[in-house]
Every structure is written in C-alpha cells, then in structure tokens.
C-alpha cells in the first residue's frame, strides 16, 4: 500500500513558475514508476511526466522543455518542476505510483493538487 499526498498548487500568471511535490508512505518507493498527470475540466486525465524506476523519464509533447520531473528516493518524494505556464496547463495535476509485483498491477493515485495560470 502506497499513500500519496500533493503539494505545491496555487495561481500563478503566464510565464510564471511552480513546483509541486509528492510525498509518498509505504515500503518500496524505488520500485514504482512514479507520475504526474493532469486533468482539465471536461477532459480526461493526461500523463505529463513520468519517471521510471529504472531512471528514464518521458514527458508529455506539450511540456517538453518546460517541466521538469524529479525523484528522491531517499526521501520518497517526487516533484514537477513548472515553468514558463501557460493558461492551458490549467488543470487539477495528480500524482502517481505504479509497479508491477508477482504479475499484479499496483497502482496509487494522490488526491490532486489544483494549478490555475491566469492574468
């Protein structure tokens, strides 16, 4: 069992800056691949950014070159770094750990955090 608690949401205006935070309980961090997506209201959820367990990181087209993910594993945290915002990066972000473990998908949801980029 993984519980996952987001930090870090706010307003923030076009071009600006935020960073959100994941803090992660439960045993075995380093072995989920752990994610931010996002959903805007009347869409579905998106992934934005994802890091492996093995230490790959991939990132949705739309935020290459803005975010950033990283992971402390030492820590059990994982964090989006966000910049240059735009107004459609407006969504409520979630974060998310996932494994596989004895042919068993395992995977946790945070309760989301919400991001507003507005003038």
């Known amino acids: 069992q993984v519980q996952l608690e987001e930090s870090g949401g706010g307003l923030v205006q076009p071009g600006g800056s935020l960073r959100l935070s994941c803090a992660a309980s439960?045993?075995?961090?380093?072995?989920?691949?752990m994610a931010w997506y996002r959903q805007a209201p009347g869409k579905q959820r998106e992934l934005v950014a994802q890091?492996?367990?093995?230490?790959?990181?991939t990132y949705a087209d739309s935020v290459k070159g803005r975010f950033t993910i990283s992971r402390d594993n030492a820590k059990n945290t994982v964090d989006l770094q966000m910049n240059s915002l735009k107004p459609e990066d407006t969504a409520v972000y979630y974060c998310?750990?996932?494994?596989?473990?004895?042919?068993?998908?395992?995977?946790?949801w945070g309760q989301g955090t919400q991001v507003t980029v507005s003038s």
């Open positions: 998310n750990a996932g494994r596989w473990f004895q042919n068993r998908r395992y995977t946790y």
């Open positions: 439960g045993s075995s961090f380093s072995a989920y691949a």
């Open positions: 890091f492996s367990s093995g230490g790959t990181t």
